[in-house]
Every structure is written in structure tokens, then in C-alpha cells.
RNA sequence: GGCGUCAUGGCCGAGUGGCUAGGCAGGGCUCUGCAAAAGCUCCCACAGCAGUUCGAAUCUGCUUGACGCCUCCA
């Protein structure tokens, strides 16, 4: 098996990855909050770990794959409204309703992008009895308290035996300091507390029964409970966007440690933030960019659609913890990168295999396989894959040569990092009309042969230049003409 | 204010103490009726200032700038 590395936010060092049972991977993302439609920063995460998922899957891992749907409503503010009964109540909706539209409109959209399912995709409202016994392990042993109704952390005494911050790598002592004063009618200990169990106001709209009164699930437990539900007390990773470091993933932690006496997670990875214009994607700004518009072009941003594999090849240009700043630019720029790429797919499957070969083929495959391994780079994997696209041409023209056996292994290591771990897809516009449109650039292709043959270069050049303008791009070999669709 | 990350060629984006990814755009050549496509090739960048070193863009310090977190957030 390979030997792969990944970078621990735990420890701020790529690892050699040892999972905590052998040829067993349980992983745990944080999924998105269900009361609006997600948009492409949201997606990056999940993206990225899409493609780790895979390839622990192509690696030959058994892998668990947990990451849930947050339906339960996360407080906004001090106020008692969360955000699912805020919108709710905006839209005049069930709760559920909210949820039941958004959550399918993240799997329609992920779907697109083809993202494989995850293996368990719990959610929050699933596990109220779970949350609740959880806060009275967490009660029994003395980390948190009871306040008209609300549950909270003590992160004080918590920090007392164990390091709250361990994570972030913050001081609780600098916290306390520089604590905003958001308001001094909360019901809490310390500013550093967090809610377990929130008391809900007769409006609130999304109550359930608890030893401490009718309330809701604070904002990090379902976490816990999840992936210890699923994945164990101990499990290997636990992934999630940049800005869940802290305090989410910082408080699932106390909250394992709280409830199990065990650090939960072995590997912490975090994906980087999509950038517009410089600043970060979020809901909440307005900078942000549907992938529906990406799909349709209809965004001001943009300057045209892109299929959703473009947006994905874009993606994955960039390294899952940098930073990658979206713009009508750098897509486009992708967009044609991709193209040369697939072409290049398509024409591997034609060219032919000779008595000797000139290239290294399993030297390529090993690099393949080294840039993934280190911490998932696939940026360095695209180099290496368009090393493969110069080869595949330089073969088509007959400059280089490959072995039968070379060539399957070329077809297979691309099928295999292009298809399967990228996830990637090649998008043949097999609509109802597809033999027709066939069928129709053949016989304009025939015309401009005929008319090339009669010199009639008018013709010839106003089939080759109405066809481009349509998007079909003639291209003219030695052994005829064939066509590409933009 | 505190904590942290990052500053790479026209653009997007990797990476390493010396051998200097890749994509896009641009120049040249091959091919072509002219093109396009494809191939070859050129353009050798690492914010600024010091320091460590035989040697740094890569390590250290400072400066400047950007971003993220500290409040829901992928």
C-alpha cells in the first residue's frame, strides 16, 4: 500500500498517516447548515474531501464516510432565534420544510459536481436523544451546568485538567482578556462557555422535551455525538472548512474529552477558504456565487456557464489548504486546461501501441502517486497528468512510442486519477440530438472537403468559421478532419 | 486589540537550501490554401530590508501589505 502523508491542523506537521485500525479509514466532515442553498465555498470543502475520500477508496482503505446535515438550527446570535426558525418564519415555512428544500438542494448540487455519497449522512434532528445524554454524561462529570433551563460548558474548569485550545492553538488566559462584552444578560459563567442545551422561548419554533425543560441542542454537539455514534471514541480524521477551527472543532473536542476521556480525532484536516474578489464566500456578505450560476453563466461575475467538472478541475488545480481566489479569469483559463486535458483522454483511447517504448510510463505512475500521497496534492497530480497529454500527442503524431503493455498501463493510471480520484468527468453532450448533430457536422465536413478540393476557399472557410461560431471546432489532420465541441 | 496564515513571472497556481512544476495568455517555428487544432520552442518569477550560509526565492529577524479566526459561517 502506499505510504501517504497528510497535514494534522492538530499538530501542525504533515504525518505519515497510520489509521487506528488497520485498512480501516473513519473519516468525519462537517456538513453544511441547512437553511439556504449552498454556495461554491461551501462546495470547495466538500469537494476536497470528496477527493480524499476517493482516493482512500482507490488506496484500497474500507472507509466510513460520516458527514452530516446540520437541521437543528445553530444560534445566530445572543438573541434565542436560530437560523433555521429565522428563516422559517421569513418564508412562512415549517422548519422542516427549510431543511427538506435545502437539504435536497445540496444533494442535487453535489450530485452534479459528482461527488460520491458519503457512506452515513446523519443529522441533527436524528439525534436529540443522543445530544441529550451526552450533556448529562458531560453534567456528571462536573464540566457543565445547569442555568434556567440552558446547559452550559465550563470551559474553565475544562481548562483546568485538559488544554482548551489545543486545537487553535489559542491561550484560554489571552480569550478571556479579549473577549468581546457582547451583552451582560447572558445566563453564563464565562464569556468561554458554550451552550449545550439552549432553553427555547415560547416563539421558538424548533422545541424538544429535556431534563432541563423544553429547549434545543447547543451549536457543537451534534458533532460529538455523530462521530462518536459512528466512527467510535477514537476515529482517524475529522475534516472541515478553515473557519470551523475554532470555536467549533475546538469545542467537539472538549465535548469528547468531556464526555469519553479520549481525544477523538487522530488526524484534523481542514480545507482553505474560496475566495471572491479577495474576500472570503459567505452567506452572510452576499460574496458569494451559487454554483447554479456558474452552471447558467447568470452571475456578474462571470462571463459565460461552465459545466460543473470545469468548476471541479479548477478546484483542483489549487491545493485543498491554500487559499484559491474565484474569478471570471482564472475559470476560464481553467476551462480550456481542462479541454486540452480530456481531448488528450479521448485520443489515448484511439492511438495505437508499437514494438518499443520511448517513455517511462511506470516512472510517471509512481509521481502520480507520490504527489497524491503528499497530503493530497493535486495540483502536482495535474502537472504530471498534462506531462501525459504532451505524451499522448507527441504519440499521435508518431514521435514517441509505447508498448502494448505501456500503453494500458498510460490508459489506466489516467482513467484512474482523472476519473476516479479527481473525480473528474468528461461531459460528451449525449442529449436525444447528439447522432443528429453528428451527423450534420460530417456532412459540412464533406461539403468543405469537396469545396477545398475545388479551391473554393470562400465556402471552404465560411463552413470552418459559422461552425467555430457555433462552438465546433474543426480540426484538420492527416487523416481527415475531425471536431471538438466547446 | 489578540491569535494565525500568506505574500511567486501578464493572469491562475505548485514547490524546493544549490539541479529553478503545471495551466492560461503572449512571441517564434513545424504543419496548413490561409487558419485553427496539435507538436516543438522562447519569455527564467519568487513583496521590501537586514542576517545565517560556500550558496536562499526556499532558514531567521524586522518592515509593509493581504486574508482568516476571535460572533453563525465550508
Not at 281 to 302: V, Y
Not at 401 to 426: M, P
Given at each position: 500500500m502506499q505510504k501517504l502523508f497528510l497535514y494534522n491542523s492538530l499538530t501542525n506537521k504533515k504525518e505519515p498517516f497510520e489509521p487506528v485500525k488497520e485498512g480501516y479509514v473513519g473519516m468525519y466532515v462537517c456538513g453544511p447548515t441547512v437553511y439556504s442553498n449552498v454556495h461554491l465555498g461551501n462546495v470547495r470543502t466538500f469537494m476536497s474531501f470528496d477527493m480524499i475520500y476517493r482516493y482512500f477508496l482507490h488506496l484500497g482503505y474500507k472507509v466510513r464516510y460520516v458527514r452530516n446535515i446540520t437541521d437543528a438550527g445553530h444560534l445566530t446570535d445572543d438573541s434565542e432565534e436560530d437560523k433555521i426558525s429565522k428563516k422559517a418564519r421569513l418564508e412562512q415555512l415549517e422548519p422542516m420544510e427549510i431543511v427538506q428544500k435545502y437539504t435536497t438542494d445540496f444533494h442535487e448540487i453535489l450530485q452534479k459536481f459528482n461527488f460520491l455519497p458519503p457512506s452515513i449522512e446523519p443529522t441533527a434532528t436524528g439525534h436529540i436523544l443522543e445530544q441529550i445524554e451526552a450533556i448529562e454524561t458531560i453534567l456528571k462529570n462536573g464540566l457543565a451546568y445547569e442555568v434556567n433551563g440552558s446547559v452550559y460548558f465550563d470551559v474553565l474548569k475544562y481548562n483546568e485538567k485538559e488544554h482548551y485550545g489545543i486545537l487553535s492553538k489559542r491561550n484560554i488566559d489571552d480569550a478571556i482578556e479579549n473577549t468581546r462584552n457582547l451583552d451582560g444578560q447572558s445566563d453564563k459563567k464565562n464569556p468561554q462557555d458554550f451552550a449545550l442545551w439552549k432553553k427555547a422561548d415560547p416563539e421558538h419554533i424548533q422545541r424538544w422535551n429535556s431534563p432541563w425543560g423544553i429547549g434545543f441542542p447547543g451549536w457543537h454537539l451534534e458533532c460529538t455525538v455523530m462521530s462518536t455514534k459512528y466512527l467510535g471514541e477514537k476515529f482517524d480524521i475529522h475534516g472541515g472548512g478553515m473557519d470551523l477551527k475554532f470555536p467549533h472543532h475546538e469545542c467537539e473536542i472538549a465535548q469528547a474529552q468531556a464526555c469519553n476521556h479520549v481525544n477523538p480525532v487522530k488526524y484534523w484536516l481542514h480545507g482553505n477558504m474560496l475566495t471572491m474578489n479577495g474576500k472570503k464566500m459567505a452567506k452572510s456578505t452576499g460574496n458569494n456565487i451559487l454554483p447554479e450560476e456558474i452552471f447558467s453563466g447568470k452571475n456578474a461575475n462571470i462571463s459565460k456557464a461552465f459545466t460543473p467538472s470545469v468548476a471541479r478541475f479548477f478546484m483542483m488545480q489549487a491545493h485543498y489548504r491554500s487559499i484559491l481566489d474565484f474569478s471570471n479569469d482564472a475559470i476560464l483559463a481553467a476551462e480550456k486546461g481542462y479541454n486540452r486535458l480530456m481531448e488528450a483522454v479521448e485520443l489515448s483511447k484511439k492511438i495505437e501501441s508499437s514494438e518499443t517504448s520511448t517513455l517511462e510510463v511506470e516512472a510517471w505512475r509512481q509521481k502520480c502517486y507520490e504527489a497524491m500521497n503528499d497530503d493530497f496534492n493535486s495540483p502536482i497530480l495535474i502537472a504530471h497528468l498534462f506531462e501525459a497529454v504532451k505524451w499522448i500527442n507527441l504519440i499521435n503524431d508518431g514521435k514517441e512510442s509505447l508498448t502494448q503493455g505501456d500503453l494500458d498501463l498510460l490508459r489506466d493510471t489516467i482513467q484512474t486519477f482523472v476519473f476516479d480520484i479527481l473525480g473528474l468527468e468528461n461531459v460528451?453532450?449525449?442529449?436525444?440530438?447528439s447522432d443528429r448533430l453528428d451527423g450534420l457536422v460530417q456532412l459540412l465536413i464533406e461539403m468543405r472537403k469537396k469545396a477545398r478540393e475545388d479551391r473554393d476557399w470562400a465556402l471552404s472557410d465560411q463552413i470552418r468559421d459559422k461552425l467555430i461560431a457555433l462552438g465546433i471546432q474543426l480540426k484538420d489532420g492527416k487523416e481527415g478532419t475531425t471536431y471538438s465541441l466547446n
Amino acid at each position: 500500500m502506499q505510504k501517504l502523508f497528510l497535514y494534522n491542523s492538530l499538530t501542525n506537521k504533515k504525518e505519515p498517516f497510520e489509521p487506528v485500525k488497520e485498512g480501516y479509514v473513519g473519516m468525519y466532515v462537517c456538513g453544511p447548515t441547512v437553511y439556504s442553498n449552498v454556495h461554491l465555498g461551501n462546495v470547495r470543502t466538500f469537494m476536497s474531501f470528496d477527493m480524499i475520500y476517493r482516493y482512500f477508496l482507490h488506496l484500497g482503505y474500507k472507509v466510513r464516510y460520516v458527514r452530516n446535515i446540520t437541521d437543528a438550527g445553530h444560534l445566530t446570535d445572543d438573541s434565542e432565534e436560530d437560523k433555521i426558525s429565522k428563516k422559517a418564519r421569513l418564508e412562512q415555512l415549517e422548519p422542516m420544510e427549510i431543511v427538506q428544500k435545502y437539504t435536497t438542494d445540496f444533494h442535487e448540487i453535489l450530485q452534479k459536481f459528482n461527488f460520491l455519497p458519503p457512506s452515513i449522512e446523519p443529522t441533527a434532528t436524528g439525534h436529540i436523544l443522543e445530544q441529550i445524554e451526552a450533556i448529562e454524561t458531560i453534567l456528571k462529570n462536573g464540566l457543565a451546568y445547569e442555568v434556567n433551563g440552558s446547559v452550559y460548558f465550563d470551559v474553565l474548569k475544562y481548562n483546568e485538567k485538559e488544554h482548551y485550545g489545543i486545537l487553535s492553538k489559542r491561550n484560554i488566559d489571552d480569550a478571556i482578556e479579549n473577549t468581546r462584552n457582547l451583552d451582560g444578560q447572558s445566563d453564563k459563567k464565562n464569556p468561554q462557555d458554550f451552550a449545550l442545551w439552549k432553553k427555547a422561548d415560547p416563539e421558538h419554533i424548533q422545541r424538544w422535551n429535556s431534563p432541563w425543560g423544553i429547549g434545543f441542542p447547543g451549536w457543537h454537539l451534534e458533532c460529538t455525538v455523530m462521530s462518536t455514534k459512528y466512527l467510535g471514541e477514537k476515529f482517524d480524521i475529522h475534516g472541515g472548512g478553515m473557519d470551523l477551527k475554532f470555536p467549533h472543532h475546538e469545542c467537539e473536542i472538549a465535548q469528547a474529552q468531556a464526555c469519553n476521556h479520549v481525544n477523538p480525532v487522530k488526524y484534523w484536516l481542514h480545507g482553505n477558504m474560496l475566495t471572491m474578489n479577495g474576500k472570503k464566500m459567505a452567506k452572510s456578505t452576499g460574496n458569494n456565487i451559487l454554483p447554479e450560476e456558474i452552471f447558467s453563466g447568470k452571475n456578474a461575475n462571470i462571463s459565460k456557464a461552465f459545466t460543473p467538472s470545469v468548476a471541479r478541475f479548477f478546484m483542483m488545480q489549487a491545493h485543498y489548504r491554500s487559499i484559491l481566489d474565484f474569478s471570471n479569469d482564472a475559470i476560464l483559463a481553467a476551462e480550456k486546461g481542462y479541454n486540452r486535458l480530456m481531448e488528450a483522454v479521448e485520443l489515448s483511447k484511439k492511438i495505437e501501441s508499437s514494438e518499443t517504448s520511448t517513455l517511462e510510463v511506470e516512472a510517471w505512475r509512481q509521481k502520480c502517486y507520490e504527489a497524491m500521497n503528499d497530503d493530497f496534492n493535486s495540483p502536482i497530480l495535474i502537472a504530471h497528468l498534462f506531462e501525459a497529454v504532451k505524451w499522448i500527442n507527441l504519440i499521435n503524431d508518431g514521435k514517441e512510442s509505447l508498448t502494448q503493455g505501456d500503453l494500458d498501463l498510460l490508459r489506466d493510471t489516467i482513467q484512474t486519477f482523472v476519473f476516479d480520484i479527481l473525480g473528474l468527468e468528461n461531459v460528451h453532450k449525449h442529449d436525444d440530438n447528439s447522432d443528429r448533430l453528428d451527423g450534420l457536422v460530417q456532412l459540412l465536413i464533406e461539403m468543405r472537403k469537396k469545396a477545398r478540393e475545388d479551391r473554393d476557399w470562400a465556402l471552404s472557410d465560411q463552413i470552418r468559421d459559422k461552425l467555430i461560431a457555433l462552438g465546433i471546432q474543426l480540426k484538420d489532420g492527416k487523416e481527415g478532419t475531425t471536431y471538438s465541441l466547446n
